[in-house]
């Protein structure tokens, strides 16, 4: 059962201004892990916006999760710049371990997914846990912060 | 002794934090600045001296500092053989310190644009010859002029979406300068008469988010924003939201499709109304052409691409980093003179320029001079300044399928040639990956490359053929497969 008064807060934060949807729907996954159909109902409702209107915007963009996540999100870049360094061999590596391939959730709880450009294309190939940026990444280093993370 | 470790999201990606804390520990007073942007050498700290900043670099906790030695910071020939406008404070100052940023020639312009008109600061702007770095290279001067022109209310929007590969200058702006944007949107306010404005952050980029937010909120506490009401707005990771329209969709709380233009965002934009949008960087520019003069800034640069531009070295290359020149730079000193060649030390084979839309180009084609107009004609485009550079080992047929791929995540729908054509493109290369009729695949993809260009609402669509258009034509040798054993 959705906390409807947690919804209610982050959507008065922000004024109940129709155009703040997605920074709402950003702070409710956030409080929620994901973005559950009541949620949704309950944003439509306070922003004055049809429920379809809201889940047309939630099913639009990568970011927002429409089923329960993993414990930890695990992003890894198979942009350009990071192909060029060897992107596409890290991800397989890192699955492997993981046991757990692109747009997957792992046993213990990582959900991997894949993303285009981290902004560290200097430092290629990039990965990122929860916010917490890598570069140069091996999958010991994201072993690594991934068990900073408590997995 | 004091030591200076950048607080740049890249940096701490490689270990800065780490590091930061291992000096504390040993007593030393730690100061967080921003990046100079010299990735490969991060984390790098750096110490007062009588000679100006000494580097140490890359550190790891633990290690004998003098075993890191790199000498005068200023004097390591990738920072010392730069012109840099935007990036003058990057690596000197702490990015949340007003006090920094003034003492370092901050605010000096937003205090000159306030003695200006609007139609005086406007007019700096179009001698200037400043152009859009978002991708298209459009002229700034035109747009403020057209808002300023139109009645209010009125917005200015900055793009910090930064979506493509191989760049991450926005970033560093915003992580590591973040005054500097906002006081070029002040600026833009100012001359245009809004009272509102948004920056659109990607959310791939938290630590920016949160520095922006900081920043506002001191810009305005000491007053600087006083009439301009200003906030950040995220993303929520669609490429597509880069494009200004689908952008703009965006910030009123849509999904991010495309917006037919007419009408052009300066006349009818954020909810209607005159919208000012720029790039970070074409923002951040604003402030020195406002402190310096047009002249100073038309003096820069090579014909119509004036001024200086932040060049992306990224993927395979040795040095990578963030490199200043006043446009006219050629391919080759930026790769290889800065850049030191590939990472793997194996040939360079190609390079890729301007984001996933940019076209590739091949280690014969390294004498380009990097301006809009001798990139177009050599069928490429600058975009956002991101040069990526890949080893003998790249396989050109599989970035061509990349880019339909991607195209086929990222397109927002809303026409057919970009939302079925990346799709019959992804399948049309994959077969020439098989070595099904290259030949008739190769020519099919020709014909879906003139419909997706001639067809596609915006340029997703429209430049997607430009990255696989140019790896078939220079890399045909990729693309001439057998067939492969059916019992494989
Ligand atoms: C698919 C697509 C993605 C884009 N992504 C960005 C982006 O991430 N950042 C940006 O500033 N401009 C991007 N643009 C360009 C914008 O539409 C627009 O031209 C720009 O923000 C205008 O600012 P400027 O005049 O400073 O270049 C993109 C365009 C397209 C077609
Ligand atoms: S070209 Fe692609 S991204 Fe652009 S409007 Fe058409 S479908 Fe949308
Ligand atoms: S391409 Fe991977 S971080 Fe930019």
Redesign the interface.
Not at chain 2, 233 to 239: N, S, V
Not at chain 2, 250 to 256: I, M, P, T, V, Y
Not at chain 2, 388 to 391: C, E, I, M, P, Y
């Given at each position: 059962m959705v906390d409807s008064a947690t919804v209610d807060d982050i959507c008065a934060r922000h004024g109940d201004?129709?155009?703040?949807?997605?920074?709402v729907?950003?702070d409710v996954q956030e409080a929620l892990g994901f973005l559950p159909e009541e949620a949704l109902a309950r944003i439509a409702h306070r922003?004055n916006?049809s429920r379809a209107?809201v889940h047309?915007?939630a099913s639009?963009?990568?970011?927002?999760r429409l089923r329960p996540g993993g414990r930890v999100t695990l992003?890894l870049c198979r942009?350009?710049?990071?192909?060029?360094?060897g992107a596409e061999a890290l991800i397989e590596a890192v699955s492997r371990r993981l046991g757990a391939a692109p747009g997957t959730v792992s046993a213990a709880g990582v959900a991997v997914e894949h993303?285009?450009?981290?902004?560290?294309?200097?430092?290629?190939p990039?990965a990122?846990v929860g916010?917490?940026?890598?570069?140069?990444a091996t999958p010991e280093a994201i072993a690594a912060r991934l068990a900073d993370a408590g997995v | 002794m004091r030591f200076y470790v950048p607080c740049d999201?890249?940096a701490?990606?490689?270990g800065a934090d780490d590091v930061a804390a291992w000096l504390a520990a040993q007593g030393h007073e730690v100061v967080r600045t921003s990046s100079r942007g010299m990735?490969?050498l991060?984390p790098l700290v750096e110490i007062d001296s009588s000679e100006g900043r000494l580097g140490f670099g890359p550190v790891t906790p633990g290690d004998r500092l003098e075993d890191r030695a790199l000498g005068p910071v200023a004097e390591i020939p990738f920072l010392k053989n730069q012109e840099r406008l935007i990036f003058a404070r990057a690596g000197l100052t702490r990015p949340l310190s007003l006090e920094d940023y003034e003492a370092h020639g901050g605010l000096a312009a937003l205090r000159a644009a306030r003695a200006m008109t609007p139609d005086e600061i406007c007019r700096q702007i179009e001698e200037s010859g400043l152009r859009g770095r978002g991708g298209a290279g459009f002229p700034a001067g035109i747009k403020w002029r057209t808002v300023l022109e139109r009645p209010g209310p009125k917005f200015v929007v900055c793009n910090a979406d930064?979506?493509?590969?191989?760049?991450?200058a926005?970033?560093m702006v915003m992580e590591g300068d973040p005054f500097l944007l906002i006081e070029g949107m002040a600026i833009a306010a100012r001359a245009t008469g809004a009272e509102r404005g948004f920056v659109y952050i990607r959310?791939?980029?938290?630590?920016a988010i949160a520095r922006m937010r900081a920043a506002i909120a001191t810009m305005r506490d000491a007053g600087w924003l006083d009439g301009f009401e200003l906030s950040v707005?995220?993303?929520?990771?669609?490429?597509i939201c880069g494009e200004e329209t689908a952008m703009l969709e965006?910030?009123?709380?849509?999904?991010?499709t495309v917006r037919a233009k007419p009408p052009i965002p300066a006349v009818s934009g954020l909810?209607g109304r005159p919208t000012l949008i720029h790039n970070v960087l074409t923002l951040a520019a604003v402030p020195w052409i406002v402190t310096n003069g047009a002249a100073a800034y038309r003096a820069l640069g090579r014909g119509r691409s004036t001024g200086t531009q932040p060049f992306?070295?990224?993927?395979?290359?040795a040095r990578?980093?963030?490199v200043e020149k006043a446009f006219g730079v050629t391919l080759r000193e930026l790769v290889e003179d800065f850049g030191g060649g590939t990472?793997t030390g194996r040939p360079l084979r190609a390079v890729?320029i301007g984001g996933?839309l940019g076209a590739y180009v091949s280690a014969a084609m390294l004498d380009l001079p990097m301006d809009y107009e001798a990139l177009a004609e050599a069928g490429a485009m600058l975009g956002h300044g991101?040069i990526?550079?890949?080893?003998d080992s790249?396989d050109m047929a599989r970035?061509a399928r990349?880019a339909f791929e991607?195209c086929e995540?990222?397109s927002c729908g809303k026409c057919t040639p970009c939302r079925i054509g990346a799709v019959r493109g992804r399948e049309t290369v994959e077969r020439i990956l098989r070595g099904q009729d290259v030949a008739r695949n190769i020519a099919l993809i020709e014909d879906l490359a003139e419909v997706m260009r001639d067809g596609s609402l915006c340029a997703m669509g429209g430049l997607t053929p430009m990255p696989v258009l140019s790896a078939i034509r220079l890399f045909p040798e990729d693309f001439d497969r057998a067939p492969r054993a059916a019992a494989e």
């Open positions: 201004a129709p155009d703040a949807l997605i920074e729907l950003h922003l916006l209107e047309g915007v639009f963009y990568h970011d927002f992003r942009a350009e710049a990071c192909q060029a360094m993303v285009y450009c981290l902004g560290n294309c200097a430092l290629a990039a990122m916010d917490r940026l890598i570069g140069r | 999201s890249a701490v990606s490689v990735f490969w991060e930064e979506g493509d590969s191989g760049s991450f926005d970033r959310s791939e980029y938290p630590a707005r995220r993303g929520a990771g669609a490429y965006s910030l009123e709380g849509r999904r991010g909810f992306q070295l990224a993927g395979n290359i990578g980093g963030l990472a890729q996933p991101g990526v550079v890949f080893d790249v970035m990349f991607f995540i990222e």
